[in-house]
């Protein structure tokens, strides 16, 4: 039966920490200290297979671009933006092997898995692309975009810069919104395609990992988040007399 890894403190050993723990910490401090030297792990629901799905064939599309130039790719034709054949690519998509590095003043091993990589023909670099898949019934928009995706590509960024890549500032997002306005199914769903572009910062990943090292190396539970529902909902159950 596999058993989870968890954080022992003095190991020589490294311990991986993935992008998902990293999200964790910042969404709640409490839980990820209980899930990454506990064990104990939010409730969780089922796979999303649809949105994986869909995130697949848009890989799918991007891979045929890479083999044929003369496919017509009305998602980015109005970049100068091309798919990178490079050869770690599918490897870094890969979630048993991923993109790491080994962070050495923590001994935490970063990895994160890849959708895609872009060559922007203009700057000459490297561009980290990731890919999302919703339905929501208002126009998209940067706006509303969540910030986390932002992070994403930034960590993302730094892990490549690690590992020895020239990369450029400018992440993309592309987000596959679904359409709810179709009259009939017919077995089809219909998406609409908008690729945003931004800036991205990661000079906070360096003080993120050492301040996730020191709550790590902390025997002390960390306060819970206000307005994390997991927290108040064990709380709430703490605070009932009697047992349910």
């Not at 792990?41 to 599309?61: A, C, E, F, M």
């Not at 919703?134 to 590509?153: A, C, D, F, P, Q």
Request: glycine share 4%; net charge positive.
């Amino acid at each position: 039966m596999w058993k989870k890894k968890i954080y022992i403190k003095n190991n020589l050993e490294p311990f991986e920490l993935n992008r998902t723990k990293i999200d964790l910490y910042f969404d709640c401090k409490k839980c990820f200290f209980l899930n990454t030297t506990k064990g104990i792990r939010r409730p969780h629901g089922p796979p999303s297979l649809l949105n994986n799905t869909v995130i697949q064939l848009v890989k799918d599309h991007f891979n045929l671009l890479r083999l044929n130039k003369n496919v017509e790719n009305k998602i980015i034709n109005n970049k100068n933006l091309i798919p990178i054949n490079h050869e770690s690519l599918e490897i870094w998509r890969n979630p048993l092997i991923v993109v790491s590095f080994l962070h050495k003043g923590t001994n935490l091993k970063l990895t994160a898995t890849l959708n895609d990589l872009w060559f922007d023909k203009d700057v000459k670099k490297i561009c980290v692309v990731d890919f999302k898949s919703t339905s929501k019934s208002k126009n998209l928009n940067e706006s509303i975009v969540w910030s986390g995706y932002w992070r994403h590509l930034a960590y993302y960024k730094y892990l490549l810069e690690k590992n020895g890549l020239d990369v450029s500032n400018v992440g993309y997002l592309l987000i596959l919104n679904g359409k709810k306005n179709q009259k009939t199914f017919e077995n089809k769903l219909y998406f609409d395609s908008h690729l945003f572009s931004k800036v991205l910062d990661n000079y906070w990943v360096e003080d993120t990992i050492y301040n996730i090292y020191n709550t790590l190396e902390n025997d002390q539970i960390p306060t819970q988040k206000n307005n994390c529902a997991y927290c108040n909902y064990f709380s709430n159950l703490e605070s009932v007399d009697g047992k349910l």
